[in-house]
């Protein structure tokens, strides 16, 4: 049997990444140009400038992977793309090029959800990793618990009802004054003090299992709000540490008690917040002792990239599922 090659294009937010992948397992080459240094001064990612350096990028970034891969476009069989979820205008940027390769090569084009991109990077990484089991995917637009029934099945469980999880870690750094993107500053000063800080006593897991993170980062506004109005010193570190305590330890609830309520015991962790340190510990810790089999990609394949695009992009190749045509539109809420 032939082995089969997939060029994965990503583009959804910031980074600009291509990679090429060989049976939706082998990672051949796995390129990211990030925009980080780009956005920092700006506290945030600012959609019109990461689309205009995304146009820059795509094509040398492209480039690279078939070049590091040790490929040409004669050997790919398929150009996999995410088309939503992300900014429309830097997801255009993938899609057109994506669109472009594909009929320049006479090669299948196929359309990946961002989310399940996220969810595929444990293939990368778990060669013996099958369907079915449940999937967390926490990052700073999107905190979903997913059923993964088979490679091209996802049924949704439960979702955020405001912010995501990624989405608080970067409006308290915001308000901390720490530099953007605040998860990591956020991990990095958590592990210089204690969880001291009760920010939100309220804070359970909900009857229909779904997320909410809107109030905990509304009470660590109030509570530096109300220290800065007395002149009083902030804490940072403490703060950080008690914020990610609380968020965390009520991620990793709710994650384990949809596990308990599913009887499902075969557990992964993807998204950018899966390279949190403190959720990495908090949820190994449990299902060690819940016995419970726990997957986790390493850091690399938490961030945007595109080799957990082209992994997914593999599955649907095999079946012949999410193909898509020139008139492929990017998708911004899907």
Same mark, same amino acid.
């Given at each position: 049997?032939?082995?089969?090659?997939?060029?994965?294009?990503?583009?959804?937010?910031?980074?600009?990444? *291509?990679? !090429? !992948?060989?049976?939706?397992?082998?990672?051949?080459?796995?390129?990211?140009?990030?925009?980080?240094?780009?956005?920092?001064?700006?506290?945030?990612?600012?959609?019109?400038?990461?689309?205009?350096?995304?146009?820059? *990028?795509?094509?040398?970034?492209?480039?690279?992977?078939?070049?590091?891969?040790?490929?040409?476009?004669?050997?790919?069989?398929?150009?996999?793309?995410?088309?939503?979820?992300?900014?429309?205008?830097?997801?255009?940027?993938?899609?057109?090029?994506?669109?472009? #390769?594909?009929?320049?090569?006479?090669?299948?084009?196929?359309?990946?959800?961002?989310?399940?991109?996220?969810?595929?990077?444990?293939?990368?990484?778990?060669?013996?990793?099958?369907?079915?089991?449940?999937? #967390?995917?926490?990052?700073?637009?999107?905190?979903?618990?997913?059923?993964?029934?088979?490679?091209?099945?996802?049924?949704?469980?439960?979702?955020?009802?405001?912010?995501?999880?990624?989405?608080?870690?970067?409006?308290?750094?915001?308000? #901390?004054?720490?530099?953007?993107?605040?998860?990591? =500053?956020?991990?990095?000063?958590?592990? #210089?003090?204690?969880?001291?800080?009760?920010? %939100?006593?309220?804070?359970?897991?909900?009857? &229909?299992?779904?997320?909410?993170?809107?109030?905990?980062?509304?009470?660590?506004?109030?509570?530096?709000?109300?220290?800065?109005?007395?002149?009083?010193?902030?804490? !940072?570190?403490?703060?950080? *540490?008690?914020?990610?305590? =609380?968020?965390?330890?009520?991620?990793?609830?709710?994650?384990?008690?949809?596990?308990?309520?599913?009887?499902?015991?075969?557990?992964?962790?993807?998204?950018?917040? *899966?390279?949190?340190? %403190?959720?990495?510990?908090?949820?190994? &810790?449990?299902? =060690?002792?819940?016995?419970?089999?726990?997957?986790?990609?390493?850091?690399?394949? %938490?961030?945007?990239?595109?080799?957990?695009?082209?992994?997914?992009?593999?599955?649907?190749?095999?079946?012949?599922?999410?193909?898509?045509?020139?008139?492929?539109?990017?998708?911004?809420?899907?």
């Amino acid at each position: 049997m032939s082995d089969t090659y997939i060029l994965g294009i990503e583009s959804s937010c910031d980074e600009t990444a *291509a990679a !090429v !992948v060989k049976n939706g397992r082998t990672i051949l080459s796995n390129i990211i140009s990030s925009q980080i240094d780009i956005h920092r001064r700006f506290g945030g990612v600012v959609p019109e400038i990461a689309g205009r350096n995304h146009l820059l *990028a795509i094509m040398p970034v492209i480039d690279e992977a078939l070049t590091s891969a040790g490929v040409s476009l004669r050997d790919i069989d398929a150009v996999a793309v995410t088309y939503g979820a992300g900014l429309i205008g830097c997801l255009l940027v993938g899609v057109s090029a994506a669109k472009a #390769l594909a009929y320049a090569i006479n090669k299948p084009l196929i359309k990946v959800n961002h989310i399940q991109g996220h969810i595929a990077a444990n293939f990368l990484q778990y060669e013996d990793l099958q369907p079915p089991f449940l999937a #967390l995917v926490a990052s700073g637009g999107h905190t979903n618990i997913i059923h993964v029934k088979d490679y091209t099945v996802y049924e949704n469980i439960s979702g955020t009802m405001d912010d995501a999880i990624g989405e608080a870690f970067d409006k308290v750094a915001r308000i #901390l004054g720490l530099p953007y993107p605040g998860g990591p =500053e956020i991990d990095k000063r958590a592990k #210089l003090a204690s969880p001291t800080i009760r920010f %939100c006593p309220n804070l359970k897991i909900r009857d &229909d299992l779904s997320y909410s993170f809107s109030g905990l980062k509304t009470a660590v506004v109030n509570y530096v709000h109300n220290l800065k109005q007395k002149n009083l010193p902030l804490n !940072v570190e403490e703060i950080c *540490a008690s914020f990610s305590d =609380e968020a965390v330890g009520y991620l990793v609830e709710t994650f384990i008690s949809t596990a308990k309520r599913t009887g499902i015991n075969k557990l992964v962790l993807a998204g950018r917040v *899966a390279a949190n340190s %403190c959720l990495r510990s908090k949820l190994s &810790d449990i299902c =060690e002792k819940e016995l419970f089999s726990l997957f986790i990609p390493r850091p690399i394949l %938490c961030t945007d990239n595109a080799a957990m695009i082209a992994a997914r992009g593999y599955f649907s190749f095999e079946k012949g599922e999410d193909l898509a045509g020139l008139d492929l539109n990017a998708v911004s809420n899907l």
